[in-house]
């Protein structure tokens, strides 16, 4: 398997402008999860999906953060308009229902001027 | 969430144990102890995890206290791919419980 895969793997925009990562989970797991890390907060869970359904948001910063799940096989995170705080690198994970370990994809690095 | 302390950092040499501390006193009968690292510019990957007894995997041993209030995480023989951030996280092992909640972690680094 591929592993979790991430797009894009960089970020450069300016602020106000609209921002989509995407986020394919390894296939056959029921549960995916978005992260952001930064320097100061370090690494925070934002939102995360069981069977495509978002189970508990709470770590999403603010209304401008918004998360999809359509099918089985693909999620985004929208950020819009978009904050030069915005500027983390952000990480999605997925699990296997049962299992103790999140495989975790090589993160998109986002840079809001 | 039941929270660990673990240093900010430690050093060792190549092809020399290190031994990875953590403290979780608040930890509950349910609580997993997992541990995972990130490499330099990656994600987090999973190193190993336990909740009563030692464990061993090809990455690493965890040797957890009889009374559960600490943990070590050992590898055996460090590599210089083995520098990286280590994070020890207690995770509740009930059905509801499935966030993974990472503080600062040790940073690690291995000298040639």
């Not at chain 2, 240093?7 to 930890?27: A, D, W």
């Not at chain 2, 995972?36 to 909740?51: A, T």
Request: proline letters at 6%.
């Amino acid at each position: 398997d591929a592993g979790v895969i991430q797009s894009p793997r960089h970020e450069v925009t300016e602020m106000g402008q609209e921002v989509t990562l995407r986020c394919k989970p390894i296939s056959g797991h029921d549960y995916l999860f978005w992260y952001r890390q930064t320097m100061m907060r370090g690494l925070e869970l934002l939102i995360y999906f069981n069977n495509n359904v978002p189970i508990d948001d709470s770590g999403m910063p603010e209304d401008r953060f918004s998360a999809k799940m359509p099918n089985a096989s693909f999620s985004t995170l929208k950020i819009q308009p978009s904050e030069p705080r915005d500027s983390a690198v952000y990480f999605c994970a997925s699990r296997i229902a049962g299992g103790r370990t999140q495989y975790f994809g090589p993160g998109t690095r986002l840079l809001v001027l | 969430d039941a929270k660990t302390t673990q240093p900010n950092s430690m050093e060792s040499n190549e092809e020399e144990p290190v031994h990875l501390p953590c403290n979780h006193s608040t930890i509950s009968g349910t609580d997993y102890i997992h541990w995972y690292r990130q490499l330099p510019s990656q994600g987090p990957e999973y190193v190993i995890h336990g909740l009563t007894s030692n464990v061993n995997n090809r990455m690493a041993s965890l040797a957890i206290a009889e009374d559960r209030k600490s943990s070590t995480l050992i590898l055996h023989r460090a590599t210089l791919r083995d520098a990286a951030v280590y994070y020890c996280i207690l995770r509740d092992g009930g059905q509801g419980a499935q966030k993974l909640v990472f503080g600062q972690g040790t940073r690690l680094t291995i000298n040639p």
